[in-house]
């Protein structure tokens, strides 16, 4: 039999992985400037946590969800994303009592039983960000100028954002009313989900991605012109605070979000590149949620960035990866020299350089010639006359120079040569 990976799962390897540490570091390092703090949660969960979290209107929770039941006849789910976890965790460890906003973090795989296509997985990472405690729309532009500077550095471009405020549940139900009215003469020519979706949840018709529904929805009527006074002060405001950070943005009534959480603000960063899956990267508010799940009322907001389609993006747009780090030096065994070969190793190691000794028990010739594929730019013979005298020839692998050094001095030699060549 011949195992292969699972459908809708991929194995990540060297270099890829280097690319995707970078953009791990990179993440965690602007989140610490914008004093978020990690948060770790379980990859499984009650079932129910995510009916009532995400919603049960959601395709997610409809198709999506990995469930099953566990030898105690409990009913779990791989999560489908990080939001509902960190709210029962937000709720469960009594995080109200912390400094609000408690600011967090995550980087997790999440799993989703979807069709497999270009940008879409059945196991996918996320980073993401969860701000509990503040109502105000400067948290919300807070959150957008983080992503933004983590897309700045990371050296993206070409990506937009587009943002929508959604209404609270009181402005969204007279929405829902007039969306219901325009949408009727047109409903048989809706698809199936559509149809569905309209006596559920009118909005995620806008969210449709088949072509005959945009093609309806595109003159539908928006929430923003049905926005109570509050919920329009918020999206004015969060307006400001974009303008004020110079985060240039495009407004979107269609942009509505697959998950049912969501109240006022909802963004979105697109792009062209990620195939059918423009949306790099999802969120908004979600202030109904935390005391849906049993806390008391509190405003929140995050979003979460699929990593595979960052990455994606950043090779559509061309951007230099790191590549495989590549040892300083590669130490070639002869004779008797093995033990002195390792010795020295080990405390190059620790006096942190990168460096490799032979493990094949190779031929010279053949350990030169891996030597020069690994692209080490250094190569050092250690024989028995090396083990003996404690001295050595370091070889410049780029301009064949030789020069003599003692092996007790090898990290100053190396550290030179990394410095001027
Ligand atoms: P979401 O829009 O469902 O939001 O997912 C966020 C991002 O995860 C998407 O924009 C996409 O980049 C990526 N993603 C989703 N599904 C897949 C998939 N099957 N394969 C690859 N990438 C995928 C959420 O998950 C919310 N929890 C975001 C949030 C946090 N809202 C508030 N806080």
């Known amino acids: 039999m011949k195992f292969t990976a699972p459908k809708g799962t991929r194995d990540l390897l060297?270099?890829?992985?280097?690319?995707w540490q970078?953009?791990?570091?990179?993440?965690?390092?602007?989140?610490?400037?914008?004093?978020?703090?990690?948060?770790?949660l379980p990859t499984f969960e009650q079932t129910e946590l995510f009916q009532r979290g995400v919603g049960d209107t959601t395709d997610i929770v409809q198709k999506e969800m990995y469930t099953f039941l566990d030898k105690g006849g409990?009913?779990?789910?791989?999560?489908?994303e990080g939001t509902a976890g960190?709210?029962?965790?937000?709720?469960?460890?009594?995080?109200?009592?912390?400094p609000s906003p408690v600011r967090l973090y995550y980087d997790i795989t999440a799993f989703r039983y979807e069709n497999v296509q270009k940008g879409r997985y059945r196991e996918f990472h996320q980073f993401g960000c969860e701000a509990i405690g503040s109502n105000g729309p400067e948290v919300d532009a807070e959150l957008i100028s983080l992503l933004q500077m983590f897309f700045e550095e990371l050296g993206l471009k070409e990506t937009s954002l587009m943002i929508n405020s959604i209404g609270c549940p009181a402005c969204r139900e007279a929405y829902y009313t007039v969306l219901r009215e325009w949408l009727k003469p047109h409903l048989s020519q809706l698809c199936e989900n559509c149809r569905d979706r309209y006596d559920r949840n009118p909005l995620r018709v806008?969210?449709?991605?088949?072509?005959?529904?945009?093609?309806?929805?595109h003159n539908a009527p928006s929430?923003?012109?049905?926005?109570?006074?509050?919920?329009?002060?918020?999206?004015?405001?969060?307006?400001?605070?974009?303008?004020?950070?110079?985060?240039?943005?495009?407004i979107d009534h269609r942009i509505v979000r697959g998950l049912d959480y969501y109240t006022r603000t909802v963004f979105e960063f697109v792009s062209d590149h990620v195939g059918t899956q423009g949306t790099i990267c999802g969120g908004g508010r979600y202030d109904g949620l935390i005391e849906s799940m049993g806390g008391s009322s509190t405003p929140a907001i995050g979003f979460a960035l699929g990593v595979e389609r960052l990455m994606m993006e950043l090779n559509a747009q061309g951007i230099k990866q790191p590549g495989l780090q590549i040892p300083a030096l590669y130490i070639a065994i002869a004779g008797d020299g093995s033990d002195t070969a390792r010795m020295v190793c080990r405390r190059l190691r620790k006096n942190g350089f990168q460096v490799e000794t032979e493990l094949m028990s190779r031929s010279l010739r053949a350990q030169m010639k891996y030597a020069g594929k690994s692209g080490a730019p250094?190569?050092?013979?250690?024989?028995?006359?090396?083990?003996?005298?404690?001295?050595?020839?370091?070889?410049?692998?780029?301009?064949?120079?030789?020069?003599?050094v003692k092996l007790d001095e090898l990290e100053d030699a190396?550290?030179?040569?990394?410095?001027?060549?």
């Not at 926005?227 to 605070?241: E, I, M, P, S, T």
């Not at 190396?414 to 060549?421: A, K, M, N, S």
């Open 378 to 404: 250094y190569v050092m013979v250690i024989g028995d006359d090396e083990a003996e005298s404690g001295i050595a020839q370091l070889r410049n692998m780029k301009d064949g120079s030789e020069r003599t």
């Open 14 to 19: 060297p270099p890829e992985t280097a690319a």
């Open 86 to 98: 960190v709210v029962r965790s937000y709720i469960e460890q009594g995080m109200a009592s912390w």
């Open 414 to 421: 190396l550290r030179q040569g990394i410095t001027t060549t």
């Open 74 to 80: 409990r009913s779990l789910t791989l999560r489908p």
């Open 22 to 40: 970078r953009a791990e570091q990179l993440f965690a390092s602007v989140c610490a400037r914008f004093n978020y703090q990690e948060i770790r």
């Open 206 to 217: 806008l969210d449709c991605k088949e072509p005959g529904c945009q093609a309806i929805t």
């Open 223 to 250: 929430q923003l012109d049905y926005l109570c006074d509050d919920c329009q002060a918020h999206f004015d405001g969060l307006r400001h605070q974009l303008d004020v950070l110079s985060l240039p943005y495009t």
